[in-house]
């Protein structure tokens, strides 16, 4: 092994040591999956299947209709136990890992075992020993609905060493844009074989499968306000925004859904602490009582239908500087949209919303709980918040076809291709 992936490896070995360690103490659900993730595979494996691998929840919805018409087995690996239980929701025929950390030896193995046709990677996971891995056994490789934020960008043009061989060999990247694909190319990438296929996650179908529970919870319960995606001090801020559009409005309620679902003492200490009478959606079956002002979420894949129910979604990560979160689930159900000023990881996406009055971006939490109060002031203005929306998805569709006719000369015979 070169030395330059020998350090790679070293320096992934004793990183993911502590963050293995402190990461299982904290969250049961992902300690359950530290098997797989140093290399334990599941026990029926298909045969020369397709594995995708996606980061988590979003990575894994924006892939779907893309994985149900590959047209051959699949395999789908996720890096977060939230992206696991969503895979194994919406392909409940497919085979379902945490994928391997990236160490020679464990994605050897893993490709070894699983004999794929072709690895398709979703977005931004570009791990060099499992790319070149596949290449040096001839396997095709594929990066789909690739995104480079101004960040990510910068840390792999300084570490271009170790991943623009790794681009460099991938037979084909179908990026969102032109800035994309320009810094992909930049890296490494060969410019022959980077084509702009656009954003896989304005195709992304929503999350029917569970509406009809959902609906039974929100339906003629609120008005909702819904915080979705939040992270340490959002919380509170969407706790002043309720209260500000209690002004206006009184029947106004809360959904908070913490990105990560290890937090949810933390958001009950919150809660707590402000004398807010809460309930864990887990625990209902239909409407909250009428005194309970605010659920918190602690399910997984059901925030995009719960955004169905909103008269107002907030997108957090973008109060605190996390780089926001998937702001066109509630853009898809025609929702006024309210964000922070940090949205690097949807700079395409909120360019676009804010250019068509779809969103409105504040600087801070006494902005948003203004905001909130105008929205519900001023219903007109909100409703054609939502239909902007609407039309801002309509008019970005179109990836999942073109991604499918990049895919199909490296599936072979047999390949399922639009028409």
């Known amino acids: 092994m070169p030395g330059l992936r020998l350090a790679y490896n070293l320096a992934v070995a004793l990183a993911a040591c502590p963050v293995l360690a402190w990461k ?137 060493a170790i991943f623009g061989p790794a681009l460099r060999a991938m037979s084909a990247i179908g990026a969102q844009t032109q800035t994309d694909r320009e810094r992909l190319v930049a890296i490494g990438a060969d410019p022959d074989r980077v084509w702009v296929t656009g954003n896989l996650k304005f195709d992304a179908p929503p999350q029917d499968g569970v509406s009809g529970e959902v ?53 009950d200490a919150v ?16 409407p909250p009582p009428a005194e309970v002002r605010v659920i918190v979420l602690d399910t997984i894949g059901e925030l995009d239908a719960v955004y169905a129910h909103a008269r107002i979604a907030f997108v957090g990560g973008s109060l605190v500087p996390v780089g926001g979160h998937n702001v066109l689930e509630p853009a898809r159900h025609g929702r006024p949209i309210l964000v922070g000023p940090h949205t690097r990881n949807f700079r395409v996406e909120m360019e676009l919303l804010l250019r068509a009055g779809a969103a409105a971006r504040v600087p801070d939490a006494q902005a948003l709980a203004r905001e909130v109060r105008a929205l519900l002031a001023d219903p007109a203005r909100a409703e054609a918040m939502g239909e902007a929306g609407r039309r801002v998805l309509e008019q970005g569709r179109g990836a999942t076809e073109r991604t499918r006719k990049m895919l199909a000369p490296l599936l072979g015979p047999g390949a399922e291709t639009a028409s």
């Open 24 to 160: 299982s103490a904290r969250d049961r659900s992902f300690r359950a999956t530290v098997p797989e993730r140093l290399g334990r595979l599941p026990d029926r494996l298909p045969d020369a299947p397709v594995w995708v691998h996606c980061a988590s929840v979003g990575e894994v919805r924006a892939a779907a209709r893309v994985v149900d018409h590959l047209g051959f087995p699949v395999i789908v690996s996720t890096m977060t136990p939230a992206g696991l239980a969503l895979a194994r929701s919406l392909f409940p025929r497919a085979v379902t890992m945490t994928a391997p950390l990236d160490l020679a030896p464990l994605v050897g193995r893993a490709l070894d075992r699983i004999a794929p046709r072709l690895l398709v990677i979703v977005e931004t996971e570009i791990w060099p020993e499992l790319i070149l891995g596949a290449t040096a056994r001839d396997l095709p490789v594929a990066l789909i609905s690739a995104r480079i934020s101004d960040r990510t960008a910068a840390a792999y043009r300084r570490a271009r």
């Open 215 to 267: 609906s039974a919870i929100f339906s003629g319960a609120g008005p909702w306000l819904v915080a979705g995606s939040t992270h340490p001090g959002e919380e509170a801020a969407a706790l002043d925004a309720l209260d500000a559009g209690r002004a206006v409005e009184p029947r106004l309620r809360l959904v908070i859904a913490p990105r990560h679902l290890a937090r949810l003492p933390e958001v």
């Open 271 to 286: 809660l707590s602490a402000r004398g807010v009478r809460a309930v864990r959606r887990s625990s209902l079956a239909g």
